[in-house]
């Protein structure tokens, strides 16, 4: 019982870090992959929905440059929000998909394994 509740709370602490970009996705990335027989589909989802943020917030800065300052500003702060959405749906252990977008990002990184 005991080992299973540490199992689980190395889970959560892989799926908090997959949304603490770009660092925390490599490391979460590298625990993923180092345990990988042990894992469940818990540790992939938050890797994938943290994969498609950080992609997301790539592209949106980059077209934000172009807009005028609030607009890049509104950018920011939808997917500070995001992250914050997964952080906690991560360390409750839940598996929920980001409001709007997270489907998506999901199966456009559906390959990551």
Known sequence: MEEQLINKQKDKTI???????P?????????????KAE????????????LGLQALSVV???F??????HLGTIFR?????????????????????LPGIGEFLYNLFKNVK
């Open 15 to 21: 799926g908090v870090l997959a949304y603490l970009f």
């Open 23 to 35: 660092i925390g996705w490599i490391v979460a990335f590298i625990l993923y992959n180092n345990k």
């Open 39 to 50: 894992t469940g589909e818990y540790e992939l989802f938050h890797i994938r929905q943290g």
């Open 60 to 62: 949106l800065f980059i």
């Open 64 to 69: 934000g440059l172009f807009l005028p300052f």
């Open 77 to 97: 702060l939808a997917i500070l929000a995001f992250v914050i959405i997964g952080l906690i749906s991560a360390n409750n252990g839940e598996q929920k998909y």
